[in-house]
């Protein structure tokens, strides 16, 4: 049994179990040996995820045939993809590992509603969002007043 907590009390499974991922190269034995080759498998598919993501967003809606202006465009894409990982990131839990279509769902595109009162601005959420705890954690992180480290 693969789940850990499924298993019961005294009932040790009867072959150990092993996982086994394949992957293939073309990278010489003798520069690289099996771990340190999977090690850079695994650093490959994240940026491929990145591509993915840039690929599917920003980048699929390319303004021009003008390279200055897709330049700029591909600039901004990028700025806003690390922004959204860093969002995640401050967010943390399962939200940090959340496709950015996921994060802007959840957490960028809410109904919200702005209103003025007071010379303040104060921002009314839905009363029964699911992800207002996120929501939150994101808004403390990026608005407060820094920690004080004494030293």
Known sequence: EL???KRTAGQDPLFDLYRYHAFFTTID???FDTVAAD?????HAIIE???AELKNGAL??????VFNANAAWVAIAA???NLMRAA???IGGRMSKVRAQTLRTRIISIPARIAHRARKLILHL???WPWATDFARLWQAALSPPRTVLS
Do not use: W
Not at 39 to 43: I, L, Y
Not at 60 to 65: I, W
């Open 49 to 51: 995820q990145i591509n």
């Open 126 to 128: 839905p009363t029964k």
């Open 88 to 90: 995640a990131g401050l």
């Open 3 to 5: 789940n850990e907590t």
């Open 79 to 81: 700025i806003t993809h």
């Open 39 to 43: 090690q850079m498998h695994r650093k």
């Open 29 to 31: 034995r003798d520069r």
């Open 60 to 65: 699929a809606h390319m303004p021009s045939g």
